[in-house]
């Protein structure tokens, strides 16, 4: 009888679904669509067999999606009320759509991953660790299904940490109650994610320049990418112990995927992350390996390689925030150097200079502008103002400076290079302004420094500055008869 019941239904709810997206229906029978199905889902026993019956693999993705929806309204508004067989089944029936309910990683829905993965989440919220000690070792074990199943647990273990951590979307003793099992489990989760980021990485770099293996290689790339996604929710908060793990090993993976195209944003992300993080000095130390030659090669070339051909909006932002990475270093060498005495000024530190001075001379404005501060720290330090290296740049800082006080690049314009990157910066020509008006004060900050380092210099460049603007005839405009 009850399936009866549940066929019948699922018929009226799939027609409701229908109507509330199509595009032709009126407006009335929109509404009361709605009604329908929230009334459903508000008032229905028998919610949970329809909303499996609707989320299974052979109905259109709209009415999935609505299916899911269901089972979550379920878990976060009856789980209370529901015995404990009732739990555990809308659980194992959750898992099972998870290894066997879904699309290939490239053709199932977006949509349908997000409400999955959220339904997993509000019951580990509800569940774990109490009444779900296993809920890791089933993940891990779905993982290793298929690339779907494996992105689906990282989506999971994202919004877990985003839930708990980042927005604290639940009671303070539920909180306190699974941030505590995720700390105690973290060696654990930073294994399996740095495990199933190398293992995906390099299925990918075998397969990619295969055509016959095309798709292959992108489904471990998507994988991939989720994972650097998932490190970055976990990197901003866990001990730096787990970070620095193994002689770096996480780190020294993040650097080798910078000159990797596809995942190269999401490494930088996540290194932004880790060389930003706050904590006691003598934690942050092992950071310093970045400064190493295979982490500052690759770094460097990765700023080489994206920055031709021109601005490519996702090649552009990776520069902002290798632009960022880079900051982040000046500033943890600052803070480091002086305060611990078995902290040397880096071997690479006039490469790091070399190449933080191409970030000052790009054509970006605000690459340009984020880098002032950073100047200001180096050229203000204690140890690092008298450094051979960082002297020795002074004269190349100058000389752009001299160039970088000059307001150009007016969105509006085409009568210079930094023009087109500020179209993609800026809405108007007012905030490119008041943009560039504050950039050039904290620039003639800098500047003051630099000159009490090397009065001599600063006073030869810009006794060559004024020569110069001397000698260039004045442009009067058109002239009117």
Same mark, same amino acid.
């Given at each position: ?10 018929? !009226? ?44 693999? /052979? ?67 509800? !569940? ?33 940490? !985003? ?48 055509? #016959? ?16 996604? /998932? ?128 970030? /000052? ?52 314009? /085409? ?23 504050? #950039? ?42």
């Amino acid at each position: 009888m009850e399936m009866e019941q549940v066929n019948a239904l699922c018929e !009226e709810l799939v027609k409701a679904v229908t109507v509330m997206m199509d595009p032709s229906s009126t407006q009335r029978y929109r509404l009361e669509a709605l009604k329908f199905c929230e009334e459903f889902k508000e008032k229905c026993p028998i919610c949970v067999p329809c909303g499996l019956r609707l989320a299974e693999i /052979t109905q259109i993705a709209i009415v999935r999606h609505f299916g899911l929806q269901i089972l979550e309204h379920v878990v976060k508004f009856r789980w209370n009320s529901m015995s404990r067989l009732e739990k555990v089944y809308l659980k194992n029936s959750v898992m099972e759509l998870i290894a066997n309910g879904t699309l290939s990683i490239l053709e199932e829905e977006n949509h349908i991953k997000d409400v999955l993965s959220r339904i997993v989440v509000e019951m580990i919220k509800r !569940e774990w660790p109490q009444h779900w000690p296993d809920m890791l070792m089933e993940l891990d074990t779905l993982s290793r299904q298929g690339e779907t199943q494996r992105e689906l647990v990282m989506f999971i273990l994202l919004r877990l940490t !985003e839930d708990v951590v980042t927005f604290q979307t639940l009671p303070t003793q539920r909180r306190r109650d699974i941030q505590q099992t995720l700390t105690q489990s973290m060696e654990r989760i930073f294994n399996f994610l740095l495990n199933t980021l190398q293992e995906n990485v390099n299925k990918y770099q075998q397969m990619k320049t295969d055509a #016959s293996r095309e798709v292959e290689a992108k489904a471990n790339c998507r994988v991939s990418m989720a994972t650097l996604n /998932t490190l970055a929710g976990y990197i901003d908060w866990v001990t730096l112990n787990h970070i620095v793990a193994e002689n770096c090993k996480l780190l020294e993976t993040l650097c080798l995927l910078l000159n990797e195209q596809e995942l190269q944003l999401g490494a930088a992300e996540c290194l932004l992350i880790a060389v930003s993080r706050k904590g006691k000095l003598d934690d942050r130390k092992p950071l310093m390996i970045l400064f190493g030659d295979v982490a500052m090669h690759y770094i460097l070339s990765a700023a080489q390689t994206a920055d031709g051909g021109g601005l490519v909006e996702k090649h552009y932002l990776f520069l902002k925030r290798l632009c960022q990475v880079l900051c982040a270093l000046g500033n943890l060498l600052c803070a480091l150097l002086g305060l611990d005495a078995n902290i040397q000024t880096p071997l690479n530190f006039e490469k790091y200079l070399e190449s933080f001075l191409a970030f /000052t001379t790009h054509p970006s404005q605000f690459l340009r502008s984020s880098t002032h501060m950073t100047w200001g720290a180096l050229f203000r330090h204690e140890i690092l103002s008298h450094d051979p290296s960082l002297l020795a740049i002074i004269p190349k800082y100058l000389r752009a400076s001299m160039t970088n006080l000059v307001k150009m690049g007016f969105p509006s314009k /085409t009568d210079s290079p930094s023009c087109e990157y500020s179209r993609f910066d800026f809405d108007s020509d007012e905030d490119f302004n008041a943009f560039f008006n504050s #950039s050039r004060a904290q620039q003639g900050e800098v500047l003051r420094w630099v000159c009490r380092l090397d009065p001599k210099t600063s006073f030869q460049m810009a006794a060559e500055w004024l020569k110069y603007q001397l000698s260039t005839p004045i442009d009067t405009g058109p002239v009117n008869c």
